[in-house]
């Protein structure tokens, strides 16, 4: 079964560290992998995705097929990085599988 | 940008009553989803909708619950008898093509009591 694990539910640093969100996943064939990003009242978005390979808001993610892992980082955090962020997998039909989610607080 | 719009924001219903959630994707999309999320739980798929006929569902998805596409701009969500177990935050999310980013709405919170 399709399965993305986020193991921590809360994630506290401060402005300036670095911060790493952990996903790992389990699904068969090839998965397209995501993060998404529900900031404070507002609306689920799209933050990466892994075939687009690019950095948004500072964010990176690689994907480790090895590892079966899809990591979000940034080197320096900022406070408007708090949010609820979900580590997502996509197959065919683009049904999508959602981690928990973790939250993550950026304190001054 | 262009948004997916959910109504009501709010609803609050009587166990064992139908309650149809509504959804207004963005115009020129293809593919439509309902997700909800139980307090405290993930983000669960319940159904996808392409070319007017459900394309896959979710075990969640029973009898009780039924999606249309009435008039070509309208995606609803029908629970039929409402449950306790069915109280979560349901979003509504269409995509243009199945291999495009998924536009959220902004949910609707389902109190069943």
């Known amino acids: 079964a399709q399965r993305v694990t986020q193991p921590e539910k809360l994630l506290s640093v401060f402005k300036g560290a670095p911060v790493e969100l952990k996903c790992n996943y389990s699904?068969?064939?090839?998965?397209?992998l995501f993060w998404y990003v529900q900031y404070s009242r507002q609306r689920l978005q799209l933050l990466l995705r892994?075939?687009s390979r690019e950095s948004i808001k500072g964010f990176t993610a690689d994907l480790n097929k090895g590892e079966t892992s899809f990591h979000l980082k940034k080197p320096f955090a900022q406070e408007e990085d708090s949010a609820m962020y979900y580590c997502?997998?996509?197959?065919?039909?683009?049904?999508?599988?959602f981690g928990k989610g973790t939250l993550l607080t950026v304190n001054p | 940008e262009p948004e997916v719009t959910q109504t009501p924001s709010h609803q609050v219903t009587q166990m064992g009553q139908e309650v149809i959630l509504r959804c207004v994707p963005i115009?020129?999309?293809?593919?439509f989803y309902w997700y909800r999320q139980i307090l405290g739980q993930k983000v669960e798929f319940l159904v996808s909708?392409?070319?007017?006929?459900?394309?896959?569902k979710s075990e969640i998805f029973d009898d009780q619950f039924s999606v249309e596409r009435p008039d070509g701009s309208n995606f609803t969500l029908k629970i039929r008898s409402t449950k306790l177990e069915d109280s979560a935050m349901y979003f509504c999310?269409?995509?243009?093509?199945?291999?495009?980013?998924?536009?959220f709405g902004s949910g609707t919170q389902l109190s069943v009591l």
């Open positions: 997502v997998a996509g197959g065919s039909n683009y049904k999508l599988t």
């Open positions: 999310a269409s995509q243009w093509t199945g291999k495009e980013k998924l536009f």
């Open positions: 909708f392409y070319n007017n006929e459900i394309s896959e």
């Open positions: 892994h075939i």
């Open positions: 699904y068969s064939g090839s998965p397209e």
């Open positions: 115009s020129n999309h293809l593919y």
